[in-house]
């Protein structure tokens, strides 16, 4: 990990959808400088890491681009995620200033396209949101400043917002673990996040949940088995409970694209993933964040959670 305070990495990659979770993205797609490089540390150190531990990877120019999706595929990776804007938890760089080019967005989502593999964009700010939009993305993560155009041309593509709003709610809430200069960030970005989500379900953006998690541990924040808390910021934000239980089931494996597993319904040729809870999410949605109500689990109709049924 790269120097930081407490818990939080100093960078790392952003959230993505629930459906996300049947594939491996391979590494982050990066600029040099950008969200996704190590600005801590030498350029040589971190091509090395790249090479070497394949969780992140510094692509520049169209051929460097191309080849960069190229060898995440040659890893066996069903989706491509790429950092088309700043971030707050990396030391250097704006969460609104654009970072891929249009023409290395076009080439990353054409190689990726040649092999049935969506992109999902890391994005905050407008300009690398249009982009990457533009360049064919399926799913936009964060979405940070999306005003009414990129709404309308998010619905128009058919392209899916992912708005991670528990990784902002965790890190305003346990702010003594976050380095000053992405808390900085954090608090310029919060409000606008939450006005742009509640722009996008408003104007009919298709929105799957997603949370931006990274550590394992149930006593640290952020956490694996935490992950129900998003249902919860997203009602916080207007969805229903409803909506917000579709956000996390129906439309998570759609952010996969031609990878998408039959999963998400409770319908006919679907695979049989369910869960049940001790009491009704409808009428109290939080229940959803607090495993002690999880009762069962099925996996494809296996269950792997929970006393069999009598």
Known sequence: MPPGTGPWPSCRGCG????????????????????????????????????LVGTMCLADGVAGCQRAVR????????????????????????????????AELRAIVEVAALAERPVAAHCHGKPGIMAALEAGVLTIEHGTYLDD????????????????????????????GVPGYA?????????????AVARARERGVTIAA???IALTGMELPNSWGHNGKELAHL?????????????????????????????GLLAAGYDADVITVDADPLADISVLAKPAHLTAVWTAGRQVKGAPPE
């Open 149 to 176: 155009e990129c709404c309308d041309a998010m619905r128009e593509s058919g392209a899916i917002l992912v708005p991670t709003r528990t990784i902002i709610e965790d890190m305003l809430a346990y702010s003594e």
């Open 210 to 212: 997603g949370t931006d």
């Open 71 to 102: 060898e995440q595929l040659r890893r066996g990776a069903r989706l491509i995620k790429v950092c088309a804007s700043g971030g707050v938890l990396s030391e250097l760089d704006d969460p609104i200033h654009q970072q891929f080019t249009a």
């Open 235 to 263: 009602v916080d934000l207007g969805m229903t409970p409803l909506a917000a239980i579709e956000a996390a089931t129906a439309a998570g494996p759609a952010t996969l694209g031609p990878q998408a597993p039959r999963s």
């Open 183 to 195: 808390m900085a960030k954090l608090r310029a970005i919060a409000d606008v996040h939450a006005e």
């Open 16 to 51: 993505t959808a629930t459906g996300i979770s049947w594939a491996r993205a391979g590494a982050i797609l990066s600029t040099t400088g950008g969200h996704g490089d190590l600005h801590s540390y030498p350029l040589p150190w971190m091509e090395d890491y790249a090479r």
